[in-house]
């Protein structure tokens, strides 16, 4: 496949001078590619090839380019790709509509789908897009549980996105109480950006003495949009006539800057206005709980004791004197100074994708009906790819809400709800919010939300009375407890929680096993029963003990190199089995990892003793035979123990090898070799058929549902196949290979066979190939 696509990041700029109507605005282009990455279907989110772009301040339009190629002439049929776009996180995508965890709450993203035959592509095109980081994420259909082994042809398609985007770099600023004077027109609209800094409560845009050429007086239509497209949410739009408009925002997004664009809604009519904005900081947060003098080494003792006494009942203040005082002296500062109670957080690192944040003065919090309390959590574009965890929960302790009151909490990004009550939605001008309270009845309450924005987040909490006071119960003490962790609650007893990675974006998903789904694991729809797990299990590791005939047969033929081989393969293949189960019914006795080694080294080199046996070459060679090909078998088994190649490369060089002897064998002797009938008929041909068998069985019948059958057959035809094919006896080796030992007859009786020794040495028969007979 030809990629003439960029591996990394290209910048071509061009640089377009527009006409002097649209205020001398300069364009300049970019262009962004990202390797192609091949696809795979859909089972759990690891599944999905995530891409990251950025898209950069004052981009007028964004155009994306999904190109798909087949990697293989086969005719695999028509494929639909699944492309998935979401701005600030990564996308939460459902493809199989299984059950969220409860309390798990996301914002739904853009899904795209592409048909793919052989090679395909699509563009999306979006206008004034939000500045920052989106995210693409593809894959292909759900995952029909068939295990495709390694290194077998296959379907494969290459998924390979690019981004082009269209920015202007000299946009006019649009100051504080200052007018400034503008043109648009259909094809050319007015672009300008503002600053809305911190604690702006709110925020207006006024369009005023707007007139038009050759148009009557008053009528001029256009059309004024704040803000920019994310997909989940869109810019505030007024549609205005007349010489002026303006637009109002409630509780705009802090210390950043909103775009404003100004389109002509005349045909073929330039338009000529003045724009003014106007942002009004309502009140400033009073913080409550840091001194000046205050080091981060106290901080952090604090939220340690804080932490360690939140495991109870979450109290720290046990005297309720000290509390009722403490708290009326607060309401009396907020009451005189300040409208928002702010409390300082600690920000805490502890992991990859784990974060914590603790309130400097403990983990109660005091709520009053006066004033909102705010806390702040700055989330990194490092935190995006866990979960934002909120636990709320009523301290009971020291006060007792009555039946009509409620503690209200809204989480917010980019900008605080600093009014809130039963009918005040929480959301703020641009972006929605998630809403939680908890009362006598609910003294807690739970919010999750994975892969949330890199952006600040703000906590407020208010209590709320139904009626127009709340009677004795003025402040209220609630623990929030906020913090980041890879996965919602570890995925929980059927899943796994695993970091993922996109080049150098870290983020988490669960993995579920024994037929268990959903974001966190938590979907048991088609979930394995506990019988049907240890029927698995018992299937699994008891088809093993088909390998004790085959050591029987090995030792009783004096081949005790081969029965020690057999022997190693039945015991890791059993533990193996019994470790790599996917729910409750497992067992390990030593590191998952080295009996997957083992297992997979053990049944090659069983392969490869077994066929070197049939061969009937001496000793000397067969031993370095079984030693070269353990250690070269090792060696890959090392580099890539799920290859195909590690499995048939021993098989067909031992066949081959095996083949060459006998050949040979055939034309010194003009014989077929073989020369017995009745052991090609009754033990070569049924022992390939059990392996030929085996090996399909191995390689094309396999899916995750029969696994525990037809891999448990794949035992026993391998082990079946043993038996039939390993040689008889030869008739001139000694018993158990010794020059002088003991004979192993089957009625288990011993004698020895001394044989005369000349100057310390054995004198021994003539080594001579012997033919196959039947016994």
Known sequence: MEVSFLRGLLLVFLTVRTSADDGQVTYVSELSSKPAQKLSKYGWYGNVRLQRFHIPEETAIARWLFSVTKGHNFNCGQHNVTIHIQWGSPPVINPVTSAFPNSTLWSPCLSLTLPVTSQSSMTFNISDPAPGDWYVAAHLPEDDGRIEQKGFPSCSYFFQPQLSVRRAVDTPVLQQGSFLTQTAAPDSPARLKLYVPEFASSLSVLVADCSSEGAESGNCSLVLRIGSASLQQGPVTVNCSGISCSAALSNPPWHTWLRVVVESSQVNRTLTFSIVSNYTVGCKPKSVGLKADDDISRLRGNSSDANSTSTGNSSVVTDAATFSNESASLVALLSASACVWSIPVLYEEVDVLSIRFTPVNGPNISVTNTHPTLLTYPLHIQATGGTLNLQLTLNSTNATL???????????????????????????????????????????????????????????????????????????????????????????????????????????????????????????????????????????????????????????????????????????????????????????????????????????????????????????FKYTLFMLGALLIAMSMQLDRKGLWNLLGPILCAILFMVIVWVYRGVRRRHCYPPSWQRWVFYLIPGGLCALIGVCLYIFAETEDNYYYTHSLWHILVASCVVFLLPPKEKHKESLGWSRGWSWNWNWSWSWSWRPRVCGYTLCQSDKDELYTVT
Not at 473 to 501: M, N
Not at 511 to 533: E, L, M, R
Not at 581 to 605: E, H, K, N, R, W
Request: aromatic share 12%.
């Open 402 to 620: 009555g039946n009509s009151s409620s503690v209200v909490a809204c989480l917010s990004p980019w900008a605080p709800v600093t009014e809130l009550n039963h009918s005040q939605p929480c959301r703020t001008a641009l972006f929605g919010g998630y809403g939680v309270a908890v009362n006598a009845s609910v003294n807690k309450s739970v919010l999750r939300l994975p892969f949330p924005q890199s952006t600040t987040w703000y906590l407020t909490l208010q209590l709320v009375c139904n009626s127009s006071n709340c009677g004795n119960t003025s402040v209220v003490s609630v623990v929030p407890e906020v913090f980041i962790s890879a996965c919602v609650e570890d995925c929980g007893t059927y899943g796994e929680c695993r970091l993922l990675r996109s080049y150098s974006y870290l983020y988490a998903a669960c993995v579920c096993k024994a037929g268990w789904s959903g974001w966190g694991c938590t979907d048991d729809s088609t979930a394995q029963s506990y019988g049907h797990q240890l029927t698995s299990t018992l299937l699994l590791t008891l088809s093993n003990l088909f390998f004790l005939p085959a050591i029987v047969v090995a030792v009783k033929r004096c081949y005790i190199t081969e029965a020690s081989v057999y022997l190693f393969t039945m015991f890791f293949s059993t533990f193996y089995h019994a470790c790599d189960q996917p729910g409750v019914a497992v067992l390990c006795i030593m590191d998952y990892d080295t009996l997957q080694y083992c297992d997979f080294l053990g049944s090659i080199c069983a392969i490869w003793v077994t066929i070197l046996c049939m061969a009937r070459i001496k000793d000397t």
